[in-house]
């Protein structure tokens, strides 16, 4: 089977002076996981080289450059999931680990499902993943918003379309599909709130007679609808990602929710959408095998 990859950098309003930067990122992740793939590699290492790529770039909410919380902190939330065996690995409100989702990929290799807290930093140290002090994944861009920020009333961030979750969805070419999320949140979010995109069936799922998901936006409303795992259960009818993904979009829109996916089908179909200003986001066209990335200045 010809493998296929999808990433995305976030559906939100992104600032003009940074729609190049999203989506030259973008492409960059999507190289990454597509050399993986195109050695012969599984979905489940491309997945997770493209997310780390993102996390790595400070031009998205994930990683260096995270948004900070209402303390001014960097805390991180990822998740993976192995299409072929269902094996899934989150972590949440992590401190000081660059690469959240490598510590995910950990959790899932484990004998666990999801590590919170001081819990997984804990696991982090045990398994060898880097970790940093927290501080320095505080990028200056982000310093300077959340001083910005400071007092000001931010409880209808989700007005703002603040969105900037990274993710990648893959089939490789064995027929299996793996999906990664990760993010630093919401801006200005208060001690404890945790997003769509470290809950499996929520930000992100994966089953190979389905499809592979990964979701961005406004988590309070992806979470209720189980928006992922919406697309996937569409796919496996039949019906192509494209319009899978078009379905579950008409689902959020009619709660008032704003957001976008990726998806890549059991046949190698890509879907992507978005019902904000922006989504950054790069894949290869199945059918030309030319990288279609956006969004456009």
Known sequence: MKPVMAVHGGAWAIPDDLLQAHKDGCIEALERGLAILDAGG???DAVEAAVVVMEDDETFDAGFGSFLNVEGEVSLDAAMMDGKTLATGAVVDVRGVPNAVQLARHVLASQHAVLVGEGAQRFALQQD????????????RERQRWETMKGLDTSAWAAELFGDT???VALDQHGNLAAATSTGGSPMKPLGRVGDSPFVGAGLYARNAMAAVSTTGHGELIIPLVWSKTAADLAGTGIPAQQAAEDALGQLEAIGGRGGMIVTD??????VVWNTPHMAFAYRDPAT???VAGPDA
Request: hydrophobic share 50%; proline share 7%.
């Open 289 to 291: 095998g030319e990288v």
């Open 166 to 168: 990274v993710g990648a």
């Open 266 to 271: 059991a046949e190698g179909r890509i879907g």
């Open 42 to 44: 599984a979905s489940l």
């Open 129 to 140: 993943v880097i970790v940093c002090d927290p501080g320095a994944l505080v990028s200056p």
